[in-house]
């Protein structure tokens, strides 16, 4: 028994030591890599933060063309789900209306259905009149 729990020991200092070596590995974080790989060689390509593309001014510029088209799509959807809210659809307007209408009359036929059962209970429920020998 005392020869598993030594071995249980080794072992776990052994894992203990591999990860301290590996964490003084010289390791870069995505963030901090400035390498992407290529699309077409799948090499790695060293990003130039220098070249025109990647200026502050023109990303920036991209990026509130970006704000503007996303602002002008919500405003888009605020109108139309506004529209809808309102009533200013004129087909939502009729299809609610004999949504309306459909419901009165079968609120109707269920009251005739419900007297009329109330109807037949009353006359089940009086004894049946039995005659005769067996």
């Known amino acids: 028994m005392s020869i598993i729990i030594q071995l249980l020991i080794v072992f776990f200092i052994t894992i203990i030591i591999y990860q301290l070596f590996l964490s003084y590995k010289n390791v870069k974080e995505g963030l901090d890599n400035l390498s992407t790989p290529d699309p077409n060689t799948n090499n790695i390509v060293v990003i130039d933060n220098k070249t025109p593309e990647n200026d502050a001014m023109i990303l920036s510029q991209k ?25 200013d659809i004129p087909d939502i307007n009729n299809h609610l209306k004999e949504l309306d209408s459909n419901y009165n009359t079968l609120n109707t036929k ?17 004894p049946p009149d039995i005659t005769g020998t067996v």
Not at 63 to 87: C, H, M, P, Y
Not at 110 to 126: F, G, H, P, R
């Open 63 to 87: 990026n509130a063309g970006s704000i503007e088209f996303l602002k002008s799509r919500v405003d888009d959807l605020e109108k139309k789900q506004t529209g809808i809210l309102t009533g």
């Open 110 to 126: 269920v009251d005739n259905l419900l007297e009329t059962e109330a109807k037949y209970a009353s006359i089940i429920s009086k």
